[in-house]
Each structure stands twice: as structure tokens, then as C-alpha cells.
């Protein structure tokens, strides 16, 4: 089983930043794709970033230039760090790993439990 924990979020005013961070333990054997997911008030659950093993990143048009994915392999992290955070930026931000584990060595997705970031105007 693999666990996540994030942690970074809070309340910024607008045009601050923030950096998330999510690390992955437990039986893993390999890290695959790790990404960003963001839900609104109201909203669907929205992939704004991903980052591949070997670092190639995509991110939705409306984060942009304003936010950078990273990850650390040797931690089983993974990075958010948002810069000029805007209003509707304010979500629950998710975590989200593909990894195997030992013994199945099969690759499943992964969960945070998600993490509040709230932006004043």
C-alpha cells in the first residue's frame, strides 16, 4: 500500500505564493507519473500539472507560467510551488502518484487526502 501525505497549504493573499509538497511511502517499488489535481467549491476535480519520471511537466492553460511541478525521486516527492495565486485559484489541492508495489509490482494510482489553499482578495 502506498500512503501520501501533502502538506504546504493555508491562506495567502492574492498575488503570493505557496508550495505544496506530497511524499509518498510505503512497499513501493517505482514511482511513475506524479500530479496535481485541484477541486473548487462547486466545481469537478481539475488536473492542473504532471510531471513524469524522468521530469518532462504539462499543466493546464490557466496555471501556466505561474505555477512549476517538481519532484524529488529519491524522496518519493512531488512539488507545487505557486507563485502570483489568484482568488480563483482557491481549492482543496490532491496529490496524485502511479506506483508499484512490492510483490505485485502493478502500477495503481494514489490518492492525498487533499490540502486547503485559500486566496484573499
Known amino acids: 500500500q502506498v500512503q501520501l501525505v501533502e502538506s504546504g497549504g493555508g491562506l495567502v493573499q492574492a498575488g503570493g505564493s505557496l508550495q505544496l509538497s506530497c511524499a509518498a511511502s510505503?512497499?513501493?517499488?517505482?514511482?511513475?507519473?506524479m500530479a496535481w489535481y485541484r477541486r473548487a467549491p462547486g466545481k469537478q476535480r481539475e488536473l492542473i500539472a504532471t510531471i513524469t519520471s524522468n521530469g518532462n511537466t504539462n499543466y493546464v492553460d490557466s496555471v501556466k507560467g505561474r505555477f512549476a511541478i517538481s519532484r524529488d525521486n529519491a524522496l518519493k516527492t512531488v512539488y507545487l510551488q505557486m507563485n502570483s495565486l489568484k482568488p480563483e485559484d482557491t481549492s482543496v489541492y490532491y496529490c496524485n502518484v502511479d506506483a508499484t508495489t512490492y510483490p505485485r509490482l502493478i502500477f495503481l494510482q494514489y490518492w492525498g487526502q487533499g490540502i486547503q489553499v485559500t486566496v484573499s482578495s
Open positions: 510505503g512497499n513501493i517499488a517505482r514511482v511513475g507519473i
